[in-house]
């Protein structure tokens, strides 16, 4: 779905992106993870086109995403962590901007609304709305369009416990064969049983790029334990209850996945972690 080439990005004082390469399949819903500064929101923002590359392409379903063609625009929604809606009710937004999406569905978008509990269309006045709220109806919008790519940048940013727990939910419930969501996050936890695919960029490279079934088949995650040795384990952390820690999985045995645990130990231990899964950071999936 998703074909990134050679990819060339910096801002005036910092290079984000040199001869950057990936491509996504579509059908899954993607974990991008990184810390600060490592690209992921400048990532996303180059997959839609919204910033040009210096150098490379992107291309998604065949087409040139910096041509920003109608055709191309119509099939992808950004939710950036950043937004803003205008002071109109919700009847009204959607006029204006559903006949932009041809597979927009007014039924969708109600169901999706009844998700985060939110009242009936007619009654929403965007300017009235709380920015939890705004998010629950930008996101229920953005889901309601069909687009086959669905970005999503820090999503659960601003929502309230409840949410987060619905937030869940209302995703899984709107996923079909033909459609691709990519999550960047820092808020794991909120997301780590939705994810599917896990992606982990750090200083222009792919530290991670595999599914969540292949990650957990070959590493085991154990929690809460007090007898691991740390000689045994790829990554090891305190917790309350004892210790975290990521280990081989020789005996094929079921775990959890927990991203965070996950996450720092591919940063703590990248050449380990990036050999199990062969990536030469120019990864096809």
């Given at each position: 779905m998703i074909?990134?080439?050679?990819?060339?990005f910096r801002y005036k004082r910092k290079a984000i992106f040199s001869d950057f390469s990936m491509n996504l399949s579509g059908?899954?819903?993607?974990?991008?993870?990184?810390?600060?500064?490592?690209?992921?929101?400048?990532?996303?923002?180059?997959?839609?086109?919204?910033?040009?590359?210096?150098?490379?392409k992107i291309y998604f379903k065949g087409e040139n995403v910096s041509k920003r063609y109608p055709s191309t625009l119509q099939d992808i929604f950004i939710v950036s962590e950043e937004f803003s809606l205008p002071n109109i009710p919700l009847q009204r937004y959607i006029k204006l901007n559903s006949p932009f999406y041809p597979n927009f569905s007014n039924e969708q978008l109600v169901e999706n609304l009844k998700h985060f509990e939110l009242d009936s269309i007619?009654?929403?006045?965007?300017g009235a709305l709380s920015m939890g709220q705004k998010k629950k109806v930008f996101m229920s919008f953005a889901l309601a369009s069909n687009t086959s790519l669905l970005i999503m940048d820090e999503p659960t940013n601003g929502l309230d416990i409840p949410g987060k727990s619905q937030f869940k939910k209302f995703i899984a419930s709107n996923m079909t064969d033909e459609r691709s969501v990519i999550i960047s996050t820092h808020q794991v936890q909120d997301v780590e049983k939705l994810i599917e695919h896990i992606i982990i960029l750090e200083n222009?490279?792919?530290?991670?790029?595999?599914?969540?079934?292949d990650i957990c088949d070959k590493l085991y995650f154990a929690t809460g334990v007090r007898d691991v040795k740390e000689e045994d384990a790829l990554y090891i952390s305190p917790s309350i209850q004892g210790y975290n820690a990521l280990l081989m999985?020789?005996?094929?045995?079921?775990s959890l996945l927990n991203l965070e645990t996950l996450f720092n130990a591919t940063l703590?231990?990248?050449?380990?972690?990036?050999?199990?899964?062969?990536?030469?950071n120019n990864p096809n999936i």
């Open positions: 074909k990134i080439e050679n990819l060339t059908g899954k819903i993607y974990g991008l993870l990184g810390k600060n500064g490592a690209g992921k929101s400048t990532l996303l923002y180059l997959m839609t086109g919204l910033l040009q590359p210096q150098k490379g007619k009654d929403i006045n965007l222009n490279k792919t530290l991670l790029n595999a599914s969540a079934d999985n020789k005996d094929n045995n079921e703590s231990n990248s050449e380990r972690i990036t050999s199990l899964f062969h990536l030469n």
